[in-house]
């Protein structure tokens, strides 16, 4: 069993930025990947970014520039910097992992942005 906690959701004002958190615990040996993905109301869920254990990064084009990920392997924790958010960045951000193959996902964080 793979259990990720995320944190860091809420509201923001356009312009704003937070920063979420996952933090996985469990079985896990090695996690190869973490990455953030996000569903917005009637939209398929998308990729936001990833970081592999050795720390190669990948982001979707538009939050280039704006969102930042890293992770702390010690502490099995990832992040999401997330700057100049934007109301079209409103979705929830579900965290997710791979271990040994098999991908896990976190139960989602709302993200708002509105004025």
């Known amino acids: 069993q793979v259990q990720l906690v995320e944190s860091g959701g809420g509201l923001v004002q356009p312009g704003g930025s937070l920063r979420l958190s996952c933090a996985a615990s469990?079985?896990?040996?090695?996690?190869?990947?973490m990455g953030w993905n996000r569903q917005a109301p009637g939209k398929q869920r998308e990729l936001v970014a990833g970081?592999?254990?050795?720390?190669?990064?990948n982001y979707v084009d538009s939050v280039k520039g704006r969102f930042t990920i890293s992770r702390d392997n010690a502490k099995n924790t990832m992040y999401l910097q997330m700057s100049n958010l934007k109301p079209e960045d409103t979705a929830v951000y579900y965290c997710?992992?791979?271990?040994?193959?098999?991908?896990?996902w976190g139960q989602g964080t709302q993200v708002t942005v509105s004025s």
């Open positions: 997710n992992v791979i271990v040994e193959g098999y991908r896990h």
């Open positions: 469990g079985s896990i040996s090695s996690i190869s990947y």
């Open positions: 970081v592999t254990r050795g720390g190669s990064t």
